[in-house]
């Protein structure tokens, strides 16, 4: 999920990266006012495995999710770490086939970009109710979703960030 624009939508160059180098292997490298960053979904991500794994950027390499880190540190086992992994992809899915049926269809694009995008525009209950009703399980679906990243997976408020 940190590599399919789930949990982020870019992921940005560290000193340490060669944007050039990264964009000959197919990343969507982005550059602005001095920054480079590489778009997400990453490009190198096919059937959940990275393909550029050894050359990927300086933050793939230092990102661990909050269940690797438990994982690691013997806090949960393996078998509780892919519970978690599977149920949450599982409410990933539900908010994707929620944004299709609220009209997106727009495929690489971050999860958050489509649902900002679907959402900037309103839905009037008494004109659309079908619509409305699927717009009211989305936004639902997205705060579970976003609750749910924010606790299990992303680091603490607070963690030192590389």
């Known amino acids: ?13 560290q000193p340490e990266d060669s944007p050039a180098k990264l964009a000959e292997l197919g990343l969507r490298m982005r550059h602005r ?9 990453c490009a190198a991500l096919k059937r959940l495995c990275c393909t550029v794994y050894e050359s990927r950027p300086v933050r793939c390499r ?22 978690m992994i599977a149920s949450t992809r599982c409410q990933v899915a539900r908010v994707r086939e929620l944004l299709a049926q609220s009209g997106y ?37 997205m705060r579970e979703l976003r609750l749910r990243l924010a606790r299990e997976f992303l680091p603490p408020p607070g963690a030192k960030r590389e």
């Open 33 to 41: 006012g001095g920054e480079d960053w590489m778009e997400q979904p």
């Open 62 to 83: 230092k990102f661990h999710c909050q269940q690797l880190t438990r994982l690691n540190a013997g806090e949960i086992s393996e078998g509780d770490a892919l519970a």
């Open 1 to 13: 999920m940190c590599c399919d624009g789930t949990m982020f939508q870019i992921v940005r160059m």
């Open 105 to 141: 269809r727009e495929d690489g694009v971050p999860l958050q970009e489509q649902f900002d995008r679907i959402t900037s525009t309103p839905v009037k209950a008494e004109l659309e109710p079908e619509l409305a009703e699927i717009r009211q399980q989305l936004e639902q679906a």
